[in-house]
């Protein structure tokens, strides 16, 4: 079972897509990792020996910023525009979609459910 970065990658899964499971890798980076190191892309998750695991692992470390590290820097950027007091700080603030999408309709999913009128409503 290959462990990187602190993630179980699947077994039955290719290891181009193994690695997409590691936050902050997509299949561009996970093409990019396993060319660096010379693994064939079509290969299985179980058929890594332990020394291409540990190299994927040395590249990864070396190289990328990925799970907790990522989400932290994530966090750290909303929180810096938050307290700027920029344009993207204050849509971040009030919930509100941040890159320039129509709020009259649609958005559901940053603003939360519809509010609707309590009319017809049972406590």
């Known amino acids: 079972m290959a462990h ?22 997509g299949k561009s980076s996970s093409h990019e990792i396993l060319s660096k190191v010379g693994i064939d892309e ?3 998750v179980s058929e890594l020996s332990v020394k291409e695991e540990k190299s994927i692992r040395e590249v ?45 309709t649609n958005a559901r999913t940053r603003r939360g459910r519809r509010k609707g009128s309590m009319i017809g409503k049972k406590k």
């Open 60 to 104: 990864i470390q070396d190289e990328y910023i990925v799970e907790g590290e990522l989400r932290t820097q994530i966090a750290m950027d909303i929180k810096r525009l938050m307290e700027i007091g920029c344009y993207r700080g204050l849509r971040h603030k009030k919930g509100m979609p941040v890159r320039g999408q129509r709020t009259h």
């Open 42 to 44: 079509n290969k299985k």
């Open 4 to 25: 990187i970065a602190g993630i179980e990658l699947p077994k039955n899964k290719r290891i181009i897509i193994g690695l997409t499971y590691i936050y902050g890798i």
